[in-house]
């Protein structure tokens, strides 16, 4: 298993310019999350979704958006990059609710200059 | 009322010492507290957790206390050692609900 895998390791992007997280998980588990981490500000949930079709906005979700096609896969999208989204990115997966485990990506480290 | 407060933000402790995260939340529903360890570079990954229906949760050298009265919980690590040495978040949830809500982080330094 692979687990949760997450496409591109770094990017740097311009102002205004958009692009897609990629996320895939080989677990077949219901639910996946985007996550971004700032220093000293934790991991915050920006979207995530509970099965396939299915989406919901976290803490911090304006300036990007999701969608669930398949179990496997949880792109995120950002639209008009701007430099406050300049964050590490996670993607994070979890068979079920509440108590069950996330098992965390790799992370994207973004750049918006 | 969906917050969760860590503290220290930061912690540099010797090898062998006692090494001691502490949170505090402020929503009563919350049933399910782990704790996630994050290496630099790496994602985060779980590392303990408890259920409020125990006041201590012990693994290894890794300790969870919790106390539900005063909505606080802490991670003790014994015989600290430098390959400890990240970031450790706390984090809540209802184990009803569908996500969780993480502390600030704590970035742990044991030195040799």
Known sequence: ?113 | QQQVKQSPQSLIVQKGGISIINCAYENTAFDYFPWYQQFPGKGPALLIAIRPDVSEKKEGRFTISFNKSAKQFSLHIMDSQPGDSATYFCAASKTSGSRLTFGEGTQLTVNP
């Open chain 1, 1 to 113: 298993n692979a687990g949760v895998t997450q496409t591109p390791k770094f990017r740097i992007l311009k102002i205004g310019q958009s692009m897609t997280l990629q996320c895939t998980q080989d677990m077949n588990h219901n639910y996946m999350y985007w996550y971004r981490q700032d220093p000293g500000m934790g991991l915050k949930l920006i979207y995530y979704s509970v099965g396939a079709g299915i989406t919901d906005k976290g803490e911090v979700p304006n300036g990007y958006n999701v969608s669930r096609s398949t179990t496997e896969d949880f792109p995120l999208r950002l639209e008009l990059a701007a430099p406050s989204q300049t964050s590490v990115y996670f993607c994070a997966s979890s068979y079920s609710r509440g108590y069950n485990e996330q098992f965390f990506g790799p992370g994207t480290r973004l750049t918006v200059l």
